[in-house]
């Protein structure tokens, strides 16, 4: 039964399936020149952002276009990540990256040619300069790799003048071929590769090369680490001498009483200007994280692709990965050191913040439990007074209605009831006391207790 229904399929089904054969190896046979470009296209602090990404993406289909439409070529789609055409006098493999784009031209040769010869006849000849002049500020790699076939004799002596390095990588690789390059920028601009076919398979010479062009290309990508790590560390030293002068002060703050209110001052100045080291650290880290954690993606790559190669040394000069090791392996291990340093400095302002805030809590706490005592006191004080006035108010009370049971009593004696109005008064000034004073305690308690539940 067939499921060629792609209702049947799921939506991604084809486009996965396609994505493990999306940038397969050229196919390369001795004797052959090739010229890589990795066209870089990113603002210098690497931020990544989305909109940059989508600029690096719109330039280099555009780059791209150009160079079809020179030709009479029709270019891909905008969401094209690769691309190959034979233009007829040269091949081309184009592939889009997250920060940069490859351009590899390949020319085979019908006649043998001397290395020298192979290098002059580099296909990238046949781009027009126009094309090669829109690149400006842009190229991160310029590489010629010449593809040729072994000699009989040894060729390790003629290999010297090919390159100006005093240096010279070599080793047999894969069990066929042999690699020899100084990974230095030769007079012309381009980098320079030599990839002898000793007895390498079919489709072998091309996955060789793809290696030693990624490798190169990775190589630089990763090392863009580098200037920003040495850039961090002038700005790290001054701000871990901040915070050692910080945490001195916080120090002496400490000692010198931090519960007066110049000490409460000292405190929150200080507070403010690590707030302002944190501020300082946060922004060099957003600023380098990403740049970063990408030298270490492409470092990793570069050992992944060195590890395919499986190479045996040659007599006398190291191989790829012993110059990496020693050359690259520095740079990318200064990357990773200023950044456990931004963070471990990071994690230290944060403790040292936390610490001041503690003891600034500290001191709003005890001045606020001043407030609270002090209220208390002023409470006790009016309860004091309260009193004195109800003492008063019994008195006062009791002197009015004293007063009035005396008009009481003159009445009714003028009326010819029997009675000694002040006699009577005076025996009622305890009556009326006692009872003002225990309807005010009554009334006191029908106030206060409701308050208390």
Request: proline share 3%; aromatic share 8%; hydrophobic share 45%.
């Amino acid at each position: 039964m067939s499921i060629v229904y792609a209702s049947l399929n799921h939506p991604q089904r084809v486009a996965l399936a396609a994505e493990v054969h999306s940038r397969p190896f050229l196919h390369l046979s001795a004797p052959e020149s090739l010229t890589h470009l990795a066209v870089y296209l990113r603002d210098q602090d690497g931020a990544g952002a989305s909109t940059d990404a989508n600029h690096h993406v719109t330039f280099q289909h555009a780059l791209l276009s150009d160079l079809c439409l020179h030709f009479g070529v029709t270019a891909p789609g905008t969401d094209a990540k690769h691309f190959f055409h034979d233009f007829g006098r040269f091949r081309l493999k184009w592939e889009c990256h997250t920060e940069f784009a490859s351009y590899t031209f390949a020319q085979s040769h019908d006649a043998a040619l001397t290395t020298d010869e192979a290098f002059a006849a580099a296909p990238l000849r046949h781009v027009p300069q126009q094309w090669l002049l829109a690149l400006q500020g842009k190229i991160m790699v310029a590489a010629h790799v010449v593809l040729e076939r072994a000699p009989e004799h040894d060729a390790a002596a003629s290999m010297a003048r090919l390159f100006e390095g005093k240096l010279l990588s070599s080793s047999k690789v894969l069990q066929g071929g042999e690699i020899w390059t100084d990974f230095v920028i030769q007079a012309d601009g381009f980098s320079r590769f030599v990839v002898r076919d000793i007895d390498l398979r079919d489709l072998q010479g091309g996955r060789l090369v793809q290696r030693i062009l990624e490798i190169e290309t990775y190589r630089m990508m990763a090392l863009l680490g580098l200037p920003h790590a040495l850039q961090a560390g002038p700005v790290l030293n001054a701000i871990e001498s901040d915070l050692a002068t910080l945490t001195a002060a916080m120090v002496d703050a400490e000692h010198g009483g931090g519960n007066t209110s110049a000490g409460h001052a000292e405190d929150e100045r200080i507070l403010r200007e690590i707030t302002g080291l944190a501020a300082r650290i946060e922004k060099m880290s957003l600023e380098n994280s990403y740049r970063f954690s990408a030298s270490q993606a492409y470092f990793r790559l570069v050992k992944a692709r060195i590890e395919e190669l499986r190479e045996t040394r040659a007599e006398g000069v190291p191989t790829i990965g012993e110059f990496m090791e020693r050359r690259l392996a520095p740079a990318m291990d200064t990357c990773t050191s200023v950044a456990h340093r931004q963070k471990a400095l990071a994690e230290r302002i944060a403790h040292t913040n936390d610490l001041l805030r503690t003891r600034i809590g500290i001191v709003q706490e005890q001045q606020n439990r001043q407030i609270l005592e002090s209220m208390n006191a002023r409470a006790a004080q009016q309860l004091r007074l309260q009193q004195a006035v109800e003492g008063l108010s019994v008195a006062a009370i009791s002197y009015y209605m004293v007063g009035l049971f005396g008009y009481l009593g003159k009445a009714l004696k003028a009326a010819g009831v029997p009675i000694n109005p002040d006699v009577a008064t005076g025996l009622m000034v305890p009556v009326f006391a006692v009872g003002v004073w225990f309807g005010l305690r009554r009334l006191h308690k029908s106030v206060h207790v409701p308050e208390m539940n």
